[in-house]
């Protein structure tokens, strides 16, 4: 089918614009096990192509059967003469290959191999008393063809693991839950960098024990979140409202607008010990790409630096409302979606102190090492974390554990209260949402641990 | 169609117990617009074969949307279903034969652009600084093949979302018109204006108070409860052990206001569909009557464990619902809220969290018109507030349905369904500090 990109590429060139073309082929697969019980096991093999065309406006064509292309590539040319934005920003044309190398690739990891380790994993949670448990491992490789008519042609290929669980715990009439994702770029050599097996002993242990702690006493503390938490924070309070393409008012329909609309840049957002990376470069990582779906070459970007926004994340459209060039976060899930303003891999910049000095600054305060319940309004404004594996913080010590502490606050409260941040940093996997159709993402998120001085607590 | 005959006629010679192929082939048209202006216009024409193969209790799946390589899948299929473990949950599908209605629906060509200027045109003379939105005209022909039945519909339908913007507040409408719902600009003008209308009431705004307070909300919020809620109905997830339904068919789960049912027959709503995945026909089903809990939805697996028969719901492996209605009841809208000491009317949320899915417990972000009504007026409206409480609460909680209802839809947070405007009683209000 691939062969089709330079007939439409032929076709596009007598009446448009601008255009861009992109092929992907995908195979996936997955098995999943819940409470002993072996679900099922599959594989997916899709194909497409996506071609956007500008005229007096901007449309899009996506089909997966090469005898209907001159229909869908006709009809969207055709589309793309009415009249709407039609800015994209352009750039230098680009030719390359890319392809991250694995050495036990999906396509060679054996469906025994696949069985006997969600499987084992499944014994684990078992062996722990979990009540409750889902097990699911998924991959895919992705192949890509993408041409533009500003000369660019890239090739790039990949493989990505993804690894969820769900495991529960009754105590005594209480239930605690827990859902874990993990992800890579790579191949199955590297499975064991996602270290499940520690991660569920190690939840299992503390959601086993928070079914019986008691809840907190309401009030104002002194707050430490650990790295998930950093991580979802990063993503959430300021991933999502950089999205320039939220910021214009592309997606208020749907996902929303963002706090950031309207204001003066650059926006006090925190403190100046609070900075925050998204970085699509970093090797390994679950959103890791060398070139955007939009044929712009990947690079890190400050979205707050020091506490005050710095670059915003763009696609080629909302790079044209500003007048600049793509930053390369025009990221698609697949050949049947456009290519929005997207994360990667989204983190906390750690800073130099450890755990320990950060916990002993203390005098009564609440670690949040992890979440459940999370969520936030539609300009990234207002939002609510949950804690799992919660503990308090009495006299500069970790004490007695807590049961679901609840933070509510707002993205300027939360890093205007940073005055410290760790110096290691960890990553967890996500599958960001976004769009209409829909399109989940791969992306990591992650951070040091951070601390946070006097926020309501409940 | 003739790729599924042929792929059929290839697996059936390889020894498997059952075989279901499902082919979607759609056709699918899509703007979008934001700050008044059309953004973009997109085009699908896709089609894919979706395998379910079993030996005994040994079963895989199979995907694929490249019809040039259907010989891959029956390699795939043959040569691994062997390796597979046994799914103890397993029981076979449907082995009755089905005959084949007249179910077929084509929804009438027009020009979605010409649509969306006339939406944000009302939005705009309704008093909207700038709005956004989705227009999308979809049709799908599904067709399905099991050893005991040949099946096939094609359906159609339009969607449409608008969102208003005046100031820092906002309004919005999202609806679904299945293949016997008229589509036509007076529809979508009545939504520009309604959206408009909601985001320019001239009301003070203030950040919201937490605590218990009586709430209306109106069709999308508890559409978007119970699209959440979905799950808990599925045999599959009771079976899982996270359904807060687990041990409670016949007894109480809501007021006597709530009858739930799940109705894919109904053709006003785009998730019409008359057959599912097993060559059941789909029908009617109860979920909750006069808040007693009737049944879970099944495939025939869950409905063997269950020992009970399937709905029409597979999801071979996973039943769920696919067209709730909560059912109307008499109360009018303006009765609702004139006749409200205090409380908030709530007109539509997003983003809802489950912290415990045993217990239902979830909090979800109210947007859109959040009001506070105080002796029948609407007095002012609120920001920065969630719903902070349990879905056995919310249902327990509903004192009236009203007797216009709606059919929402919205993006990821409401799934297809037909809604009323509910009032409920004494619900947490929590807020950001």
């Given amino acids: ?458 | 169609m003739e790729s599924l005959d042929r792929l059929y006629e290839r697996l059936s010679r390889r020894n498997f117990d059952d075989i279901v192929l499902q082919q979607v082939s759609g056709a699918v048209s899509q703007v979008r617009f934001s700050n008044n202006r059309v953004d973009l216009e997109s085009n699908w024409v896709e089609e894919t074969i979706e395998v379910f193969a079993a030996r005994g209790k040994k079963i895989i799946a199979y995907e694929i949307n490249d019809l040039s390589r259907l010989d891959s899948a029956v390699e795939f299929l043959t040569g691994t279903v062997d390796r597979m473990p046994e799914n103890p949950s397993y029981e076979g599908i449907n082995t009755v034969k089905t005959d084949q209605g007249n179910w077929n629906s084509k929804a009438r060509e027009s020009d979605l652009n010409d649509y969306a200027l006339a939406m944000i045109g009302s939005a705009v003379d309704n008093g909207a600084q700038k709005c956004a939105g989705i227009l999308y005209r979809k049709t799908n022909t599904t067709s399905l093949i099991t050893p005991y039945n040949s099946l096939s519909v094609t359906t159609s339908g339009h969607e449409a979302v608008i969102r208003s913007f005046a100031g820092e507040s906002t309004g919005q409408e999202a609806l679904h018109f299945g293949p016997d719902t008229t589509f036509s600009d007076r529809v979508l003008e009545k939504m520009g204006k309604e959206s408009a209308q909601t985001a320019s009431r001239k009301v003070p705004r203030r950040v919201g108070d937490a605590g218990k307070i009586d709430v209306i909300l109106s069709p999308y919020v508890i559409g978007s409860l119970l699209s959440y809620s979905a799950q808990y109905f599925s045999a599959e997830s009771v079976i899982a052990g996270l359904s807060f339904l687990e041990g409670k068919i016949g007894k109480d789960v809501s007021s006597r206001a709530v009858s739930l049912l799940d109705d894919p027959t109904d053709r006003r709503g785009i998730a019409f569909v008359p057959f599912d995945m097993e060559g059941t026909i789909t029908r009617r089903n109860v979920l909750i009557e006069k808040g007693i809990l009737k049944t879970y939805v099944h495939s025939c697996s869950t409905a063997k464990r269950f020992n009970t028969h399937t709905t029409g719901n597979a999801g071979i492996l996973n039943p769920m619902p696919w067209q709730l209605k909560l059912m109307p009841g008499t109360g009018k809208v303006d009765s609702m809220i004139s006749e409200s000491r205090n409380a908030l009317l709530i007109l539509n949320t997003w983003y809802t969290r489950f912290q415990d899915d045993r217990n239902g417990v979830f909090s979800t972000v109210p947007r859109d018109g959040i009001f506070h009504v105080i002796d029948g007026e609407i007095v002012e409206s609120w920001s920065g507030v969630r719903i902070s409480d349990s879905i056995p609460n919310i249902l327990k909680s509903i004192t009236q349905t009203s007797r216009d209802t709606k059919w929402v839809k919205w993006w990821l947070e409401i799934s297809p369904s037909e809604m009323p405007f509910a009032s409920l009683e004494n619900i947490n209000i929590s807020r950001s500090f």
């Fill in chain 1, 1 to 458: 089918m691939e062969h089709l990109l330079d007939i439409i590429a032929s076709l596009c060139e007598r009446d448009s614009k601008y255009y861009d073309i992109r092929y992907m082929e995908e195979a996936g697969r997955f098995v999943s096990y819940r409470n002993g019980e072996f679900q099922g096991a599959g594989e997916s093999l899709e194909r497409g192509i996506a071609v956007r065309v500008v005229n007096e406006g901007i449309s899009y064509g996506f089909f997966n059967d090469e005898n209907k292309a001159s229909e869908v590539v006709g009809r969207t040319i055709d589309r793309s003469h009415k009249n709407g934005k039609n800015q994209l920003s352009g750039g230098t044309p680009i030719t390359d290959k890319w392809e991250v190398k694995a050495s036990q690739s999906p396509g060679d990891f054996s469906l025994d191999d696949r069985i006997d380790l969600v499987k084992s994993m499944d014994s684990l949670m078992n062996d722990l008393n979990a009540g409750v448990r889902i097990n699911v491992l998924n991959d895919r490789e992705v192949r890509q063809l993408y041409v533009n008519s500003l000369g660019s042609r890239i090739e790039g290929k990949f493989p990505r693991i993804g690894y969820y669980y769900v495991m529960g715990f009754n105590q005594n009439g209480s239930f605690e839950q827990s859902y874990n994702q993990f992800g890579i770029t790579g191949g199955y050599e590297n499975f064991g960098t996602m270290k499940i097996e520690e991660e569920v002993k190690d939840d299992a242990r503390k959601l086993s024990s928070a079914a019986t702690a008691a809840k907190i006493e309401p009030g104002r503390y002194d707050v430490i979140l650990g790295p998930d938490l950093s991580g979802i924070v990063a993503h959430e309070s300021c991933g999502h409202p950089t999205e320039y393409d939220r910021i214009i008012g592309r997606e208020g329909a749907l996902a929303g607008e963002s706090f950031l609309s309207g204001k003066d840049f650059p926006y006090r957002v925190g403190s100046e010990d609070v900075s925050v990376i998204d970085d699509p470069t970093m090797t390994g990582s679950y959103g890791y790409y060398k070139y955007d779906d939009e044929g712009i070459m990947a690079r890190k970007r400050y979205l707050y630096r020091n506490g005050l926004t710095s670059e915003f994340i763009l696609n080629r459209e909302s790079a044209a409302i500003l007048g600049m060039e793509s930053n390369a976060g025009g990221r698609s899930s697949s050949w049947n979606h456009e290519p929005l303003a997207r994360m990667s891999t989204t983190y906390i910049e750690p800073g130099e102190m450890s755990l320990d000095e950060l916990v002993e600054g203390v005098k009564l305060g609440v670690y949040m090492g992890s979440y459940t319940e999370w969520n936030i309004d539609d300009i990234r404004f207002n939002q609510k974390y949950v804690g799992k594996d919660s503990f308090m913080i009495r006299n500069g010590k970790l004490a007695e554990q807590v049961r679901r502490p609840i933070l509510e606050t707002t993205t300027t409260g939360l890093y205007s209260a940073v005055d410290g941040t760790s110096k290691e940093l960890h990553f967890s996997a996500g599958t960001c949402g976004k769009g209409e159709p829909e399109q989940g993402i791969e992306v990591w998120m992650g951070g040091p641990h951070v601390r946070l001085r006097n926020m309501y607590l409940s």
